[in-house]
């Protein structure tokens, strides 16, 4: 919450800085749900900044973690994805991540990002 709170207010620095304790906490408890949770509203934060590319390997990267399953967590990070996709004029990215994350497919393995 502190991350998200400093993110609002504008504290990029700050907010990546909780972010990154929140991620590493969530990770250590080995619930990808959480973990992939944290990453995703991180992944907002560039994205709200203009930084495109990198909330889409941030949400990519979230999406992988995700899996499949049909969570919170997974919606949020097809979304951020396909918004950063669609900022960079990528539409057929932004369509794909959408279409996989509605069929429930999982993440392409190619590594895709978002190529700004």
């Known amino acids: ?8 207010l504008g504290s990029r620095r700050e907010s990546h800085a909780w972010f990154t304790t929140a991620a590493r906490a969530a990770a250590e408890s080995g619930d990808q749900n959480p973990h992939a949770w944290v990453l995703a509203r991180e992944a907002m934060v560039p994205l709200n900044y203009g930084a495109p590319r990198a909330a889409a390997s941030v949400a990519e990267h979230t999406r ?4 499949i399953r049909p969570t919170t967590a997974a919606t949020l990070a097809a979304a951020v994805a396909a918004r950063a996709y669609a900022f960079n004029h990528q539409s057929e990215q ?3 991540v959408l279409a ?3 069929m429930g497919r999982p993440p392409r393995a190619s590594g895709r990002t978002c190529g700004c």
Do not use: E, K, W, Y
Request: no cysteine.
């Open 100 to 102: 996989d994350a509605l």
């Open 1 to 8: 919450m502190t991350a998200i709170l400093l993110h609002r």
């Open 64 to 67: 992988r973690i995700a899996s």
């Open 94 to 96: 932004a369509r794909q």
